[in-house]
């Protein structure tokens, strides 16, 4: 079994919707977490980082963190056909220096 | 843009054969981390260098080995490779304690 498991998708919803991607994660040591979008043949772009249980929000994104479920989720409000991409959840551990391990990604399809 | 440089952007090459990939991490940064991402795996963490030392190793082969320069400029070196080496190879950079920020990747295809 994976440390990070993530739906493969694809998820596929119409323009505007709300898109929600999920993680879930068995090491109940990892410390701090992030979502990454790669578009087809570009590296890992940042979107969210945390380090806390809770919500963060910046624009349409919004990241939540359950750490006693070790449950992690983005939100995509508004979403747009650019936001079509394939979308990556990681954390790490403090202790293991910045190593981070990754879900196999979620591939999104937001269509006009 | 991410302020990471990796180059080639592309390597094409035979089994047997040795590449070597380079990385320019963000101005600033001091770590550097090579991953490998392909369709099976997933992204795995090879190696990290802090300031020109080996600080971190995950999953990587033997015959895969890294190096960071004074320029803090990062080369993964790959030898005797495989076709199961075929993947895209990807560099980071961050400061400790901070998220990574990551470049384009070098595509490798074995022949």
């Known amino acids: 079994q994976k440390e990070v498991e993530q739906d493969p998708g694809p998820l596929s919803v119409p323009e505007g919707a709300i898109v929600s991607l999920n993680c879930t994660y068995s090491n109940s040591a990892f410390q701090y977490f992030m979502w990454y979008r790669q578009y087809s043949r570009k590296g890992p772009e940042l979107l969210m980082y945390?380090?806390?249980?809770g919500n963060k929000e910046d624009g349409r994104f919004t990241a939540q963190v359950d750490k006693s479920s070790k449950y992690i989720s983005l939100f995509i409000r508004d979403s747009q056909p650019s936001d079509s991409a394939t979308y990556l959840c990681?954390?790490?551990?403090?202790?293991?220096?910045?190593?981070?391990?990754f879900g196999g990604g979620t591939r999104v399809l937001v269509k006009p | 843009d991410s302020g990471v440089t990796q180059t080639p952007k592309h390597l094409i090459t035979a089994t047997g054969q040795r590449v070597t990939l380079r990385c320019s991490p963000r101005s600033g940064d001091l770590s550097v981390y090579w991953y490998q991402q392909s369709l099976d795996q997933g992204l795995q963490f090879l190696i990290q260098?802090?300031?020109?030392?080996?600080?971190a190793k995950g999953n990587i082969l033997e015959r895969f080995s890294a190096q960071q320069f004074p320029d803090l400029h990062s080369e993964l070196n790959l030898s005797s490779l495989e076709l199961g080496d075929s993947a895209l190879y990807f560099c980071?950079?961050?400061?400790?304690?901070?998220?990574?920020?990551f470049g384009d990747g070098t595509r490798l295809s074995i022949l």
């Open positions: 945390t380090y806390s249980s």
């Open positions: 980071a950079s961050g400061q400790v304690g901070q998220p990574q920020h």
């Open positions: 990681a954390m790490n551990l403090k202790a293991a220096g910045n190593k981070l391990t």
């Open positions: 260098y802090y300031n020109g030392e080996e600080r």
